[in-house]
């Protein structure tokens, strides 16, 4: 393959295809091959989409080797001292900062659509006890496109937006109600109700951890935090979920129905569910008093399946921004409130050992955002096998920013990847009486 600085081409069979470049505003540019078939009778082959882009996006740039995140161009950490979970909503939604009315208007409606149809409060109570809140949240986000099916949304035309705009507020509003829920479902304790008096993640707290005989303290200092670790969550490019967003959405299926199934993405160790099991990891080496060196040798192990939790990344060949800022976040508060946890304790040898090893080194594996995530999670109260449903409602406004921009694109194409055939040829179906057992 040879290139210019605007056309690649692919020499196959003594024919020469030529290839335009799109040329991305950052990072690298790629090789436009949509006619490729047609003009060379090939197709790719990129397991795990390692060199493959199915999408143009203006939403969220990674230099992996650098270690940079901007959403909509503005640095994470800006973000994440300066802004709030909502105000970053909308930016990744809408593509700009809101001024004062808009985001006053966008938080109104937030408030304003919190509650839960009491038909739905009922199908959570009907859920098995110790359901875990992953597949309740996912469960419960697609039964929203039961209860908001219409074609001529009602609610939309009182407040006088569009459809689309109306099923963004009610997600993002009741995510956390459905979250909050599916915890109080999971301990036995009654659902505590939205209130409008208070701020998006206030009240999310205060659903999760008020109850009749006590009521719950809100924290000015956990709101913040809570505000700082959603939005570092907010969006990551293409990464599983939101690509399974994009692909389920392509369809022209609902926004609900799109996000239900990135939800479920989401849960695996591999992608949201590794916080779970980062701290899972973490208590377990505390509690046996296991050496840090021991699972270090486990983790480069190859005849093991066991991985580092809380290391690595598709992306990033450095240390992680969103860990780095976590890291941060989670030192500084729990010296703050003095809280001593011993999982830290362990978290940083953990750390401190790969970081030094070669294994590590030579293959640049540092830690990820869930590497720390769950210990902060751990020090504002939230019980682990509520981790992956934080991450879930913090990448929220990514999921829908990318199933927007993707609506919005024309031509809309539905997403079909190819495959390579390795089966059998032409066969002829056998007789039950003439077949034989194949082992
Ligand atoms: C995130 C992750 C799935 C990225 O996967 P990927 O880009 O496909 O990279 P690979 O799985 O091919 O890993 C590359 C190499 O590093 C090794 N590696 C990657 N992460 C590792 C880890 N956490 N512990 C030990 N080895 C690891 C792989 O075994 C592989 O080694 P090889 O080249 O000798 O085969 C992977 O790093 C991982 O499984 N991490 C642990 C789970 C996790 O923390 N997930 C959350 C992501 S935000």
């Not at 901007?70 to 994470?76: L, V």
Request: with cysteine; charged share 25%; hydrophobic share 40%.
């Amino acid at each position: 393959m040879s290139n210019n600085l605007d056309k690649a081409e692919i020499n196959y069979q003594g024919k020469t295809s030529q290839f335009n470049i799109i040329k991305s505003s950052e990072g690298a540019n790629a090789i436009d091959i949509s006619g490729l078939r047609d003009k060379t009778g090939l197709i790719t082959y990129d397991p795990g989409f390692q060199c493959s882009s199915a999408y143009k996006s203006k939403i969220t740039h990674i230099d992996g080797q650098k270690g940079i995140l901007r959403y909509r161009g503005i640095p994470i950490e800006e973000l994440a001292e300066k802004s709030s979970f909502v105000e970053t909503a909308f930016l990744l939604i809408y593509g700009y900062l809101p001024t004062n009315d808009q985001l006053n208007l966008f938080s109104n409606r937030l408030t304003e659509h919190s509650i839960l149809h009491e038909d739905m409060k009922n199908f959570i109570s009907y859920i098995q006890q110790h359901a875990h809140p992953m597949p309740i949240l996912s469960t419960m986000v697609s039964t929203l496109s039961i209860f908001y099916s219409d074609v001529f949304d009602l609610e939309a035309r009182e407040e006088k937006i569009s459809d689309f705009d109306v099923n963004i507020v009610r997600l993002i509003s009741k995510i956390r109600t459905i979250a909050a829920f599916a915890y109080k479902k999971s301990c036995g304790e009654p659902f505590v109700y939205p209130r409008h008096d208070l701020s998006y993640c206030a009240n999310f707290l205060n659903m999760m951890f008020s109850s009749p005989v006590k009521p719950y303290a809100i924290d000015d200092e956990v709101v913040k935090i809570l505000n700082a670790v959603l939005i570092l969550h907010a969006d990551h490019g293409q990464n599983c979920s939101t690509s399974t967003v994009r692909l389920v959405g392509s369809s022209q299926v609902n926004l609900f129905s799109a996000v239900c199934a990135g939800i479920c993405a989401l849960w695996g160790p591999l992608h949201g569910g590794a916080n779970q099991k980062v701290i899972e990891m973490l208590a377990d080496i505390t509690k046996s008093g296991k050496s840090i060196q021991k699972i270090i040798d486990e983790a480069k192990d190859k005849n093991q399946p066991f991985r580092l939790m809380g290391f690595g990344h598709r992306v990033y060949k450095t240390y992680d921004p969103r860990a780095k800022m976590i890291k941060k976040i989670c030192i500084d508060f729990l010296n703050k409130k003095s809280i001593a946890d011993p999982i830290l304790e362990t978290a940083l040898k953990l750390e401190e050992a790969a970081l030094k090893d070669d294994y590590f080194i030579e293959k640049r594996l540092y830690p990820n955002v869930d590497f720390y995530s769950g210990i902060v999670y751990r020090a504002l109260g939230i019980p682990t096998n509520m981790f992956t449903v934080m991450f879930a409602i913090g990448r929220l406004p990514g999921w829908i920013a990318h199933w927007k921009e993707m609506n919005e694109t024309i031509p809309h194409k539905i997403g079909r990847p190819s495959q390579i055939y390795l089966g059998d040829g032409l066969k002829h179906f056998i007789p039950m009486d003439e077949r034989k057992i194949l082992i």
